[in-house]
């Protein structure tokens, strides 16, 4: 039996599994690190702690195995997207990590419209400026950091640093890359016509990969450190949306999911890179070679969830406050939630808005305003799958994973107010097992991503749309989409109290 490696660098902690050439997870390990927020809208964290992560849990796993070493043969990732790695020509970490959740960056997204054109970036890109990807940092560094900027030689985003800390190979890869501003989402080349527009040198950029590109082998150092067999090759990793993606078998027309975590997204797979969204999606190239996906997302989706037991019912376990909304009727006696906790991204990309509750009474108890924050969530998930069927796509069929599948309330929910079939998975580990699938498609264990799929994604249990529930919820949202453009001047001006 052959096996490889998968890991999952995330925002919160590093998640590695060990996964079967049969597709099965048998051994896991995580390890939590800190971030750090220096100033309000400031996200960073220190390269070296994902390291020592990333270390320690391979460690954990090595230490665990009772077969030859020689049969890890591989090893590939996922990872947070858009954060900004800066090294010197010695590959020496400048300064911390800036994070996708990093929002300092608003003038420096105002200044690449200005100086690209709105239409021509979306065209390149298929993304908006925003606050959370890579090239508004950089502009920001090289404005107020201008002494780090120019010992800088290259940038990489967190999962390709690990993988160069691993390997020595310098590369960038192409699903994480799409997360940039910086490269052309059609031809999945660096776009030097951006960087010339900004003023950045398109030399920073890293060479480009594919998420099953064989890059080499771990180094003598870290073999040595963790326990691994010298000779374990190392493919190139995924974002973690992409490998999300890839370990819920969206590998193929028709094929979408939502993700409801700390953030939510609803993505969706796309053969090619030719439809036209204005911006008003995400639209990246996907782990699988010459395949993309659309997504958007909601900032604050397990977040308000959490935000809202932490704050009203602490003492409450998760399960308990979601089982007391069952009795209510689909539309909480006309209370509303926006999840806007910091503000939001689609479809208003508006750092300034804030959380809402609308149609408070008497008659609201606490399994109301519950209810009411999970339908506010699904509903803001639900401007995404709208974007989807204007574009003429047929969504009728989403595999749901992550905290909003682990509940069956909340699942029958989400048939219901996306009027969709959902699917839940029989065992859902998340971007750490596309991680895993990648490693098996750039090994050689499986012919593709399909034969991936056969093996390690498996239904358990679906959720059909009830009928009266749907329409009630289709009145409903139509209020819920409202909100937004009747709080926006509110907002605007309460931002400058905070």
Request: hydrophobic residues 40%; charged residues 20%; negative net charge.
């Amino acid at each position: 039996m052959q096996y490889v490696l998968g890991i999952d660098l995330g925002t919160s902690a590093v998640k590695t599994c060990l996964m079967s050439e049969a597709g099965r997870i048998v051994d896991e390990a995580s390890f939590e690190y800190k971030l750090y927020h220096e100033k309000p809208g400031y996200s960073e964290q220190n390269p070296s702690d994902w390291l020592a992560g990333v270390e320690q849990t391979t460690k954990e796993i090595v230490g665990r195995f009772t077969e030859n070493m020689e049969q890890i043969i591989g090893i590939s990732y996922s990872g947070q997207m858009h954060g900004l790695v800066m090294l010197n020509e010695a590959g020496e970490v400048l300064r911390p990590a800036i994070l996708w959740n990093d929002t300092r960056t608003t003038a420096q997204c105002h200044e690449i419209v200005e100086a690209v054109g709105q239409d021509k970036l979306v065209a390149i890109t298929k993304n908006p400026a925003l606050e959370g990807f890579t090239l508004p940092k950089l502009l920001w560094v090289k404005e107020n950091e201008p002494a780090i900027y120019e010992q800088m030689a290259h940038f990489l985003l967190p999962k390709d640093y690990v993988r160069y800390a691993m390997t020595g190979e310098l590369h960038l890869e192409r699903s994480d890359a799409a997360g940039t501003l910086l490269l052309n989402v059609e031809t999945g080349e660096w776009s030097e016509e951006v960087a010339q527009a900004v003023g950045v040198d398109v030399a920073i950029c890293p060479s480009l990969i594919d998420a099953t590109t064989e890059v080499g082998t771990i180094t003598k150092e870290f073999a040595e450190r963790t326990g691994l067999h010298q000779k374990t090759k190392v493919y190139g990793g995924g974002a973690d949306n992409a490998c999300g993606a890839v370990g819920s078998g969206i590998v193929s027309e028709g094929k979408s999911m939502v993700s409801i975590g700390t953030s939510g997204v609803l993505l969706a797979y796309e053969g090619d890179a030719k439809k036209f969204f204005q911006g008003k999606v995400h639209y990246f190239n996907h782990a699988v070679s010459d395949a993309y996906y659309t997504m958007g997302v909601t900032l604050s989706a397990g977040h308000s969830l959490s935000w809202f037991k932490n704050t009203f019912a602490k003492e409450q376990s998760f399960n308990d406050l979601v089982a007391q909304t069952e009795e209510i009727k689909a539309g909480s006696n006309g209370l509303l939630y926006t999840p806007y906790l910091v503000g939001e991204r689609t479809p208003y990309a508006d750092s300034h808005i804030r959380a809402s509750f609308i149609g408070m009474d008497a008659t609201h108890t606490l399994p109301h305003f519950t209810k009411a924050v999970m339908e506010g969530i699904t509903f803001s998930l639900r401007d995404t799958l709208e974007i989807f069927r204007a574009s003429g796509k047929t969504i009728q069929d989403i595999i749901s994973i992550g905290g909003g599948a682990k509940n069956p309330t909340w699942l029958q929910m989400q048939a219901d107010i996306f009027n969709a079939t959902i699917y839940k998975l029989d065992s859902e580990q998340g971007p750490s097992v596309g991680a895993c699938m990648i490693a098996l498609v750039g090994s050689g264990l499986v012919e593709n991503f399909e034969q991936a799929v056969e093996k390690c994604v498996h239904i358990a249990e679906s959720y059909q749309p009830n009928t009266e529930n749907v329409a009630t919820y289709d009145e409903v949202y139509a209020i819920y989409q409202q909100i937004y453009g009747q709080t926006k001047s509110l907002n605007d001006a309460l931002q400058e109290m905070r």
